[in-house]
């Protein structure tokens, strides 16, 4: 009895090691490279001052990051700001909302968004969602 029990024991550590390695390997695969060009695409319309093309390129981009956090909360960023800009203030509400409800703002760290971006996030965010 004394083997068995050792042996379901060290299974279950085996497990429970393995598991976290496993759920790790796969945030950290790469995203599609076809979504990546789109956001790639969507970081220069931003700069280019082209809020209509960007929205355009994250509806279909972010679909691709479902799986892959920091760019999801970068998307949901982006097309909240530019739906702001375009006086869609019912869907930029709709993306920062999505961003506290998926906890994404917990990946901010591992996006690259712009400084000028992450202020005007800062106030659509207070503007929309905490008044």
């Known amino acids: 009895m004394g083997k068995s029990r050792f042996f379901v024991w060290w299974i279950i550590a085996a497990f429970a090691v393995s598991v976290p390695a496993v759920l790790a390997a796969q945030e950290a695969d790469p995203a599609d490279p076809f979504y990546e060009s789109l956001l790639d695409e969507a970081r220069f319309l931003y700069k280019e001052g082209k809020p209509a093309e960007t929205i355009e390129n994250l509806e279909v981009a972010f679909f691709g990051f479902l799986d892959h956090p920091g760019r999801l909360f970068e998307c949901y960023v982006y097309l909240g700001v530019c739906h702001y800009q375009q006086k869609n203030y019912e869907k930029a509400a709709y993306y ?9 703002g917990e990946h901010d760290a591992g996006a690259a968004l712009p400084e000028g971006l992450a202020a ?3 106030e659509v965010s207070a503007k929309l969602v905490e008044s």
């Open 120 to 122: 005007k996030y800062a």
């Open 96 to 104: 920062i909302q999505e961003i506290r409800r998926l906890k994404l």
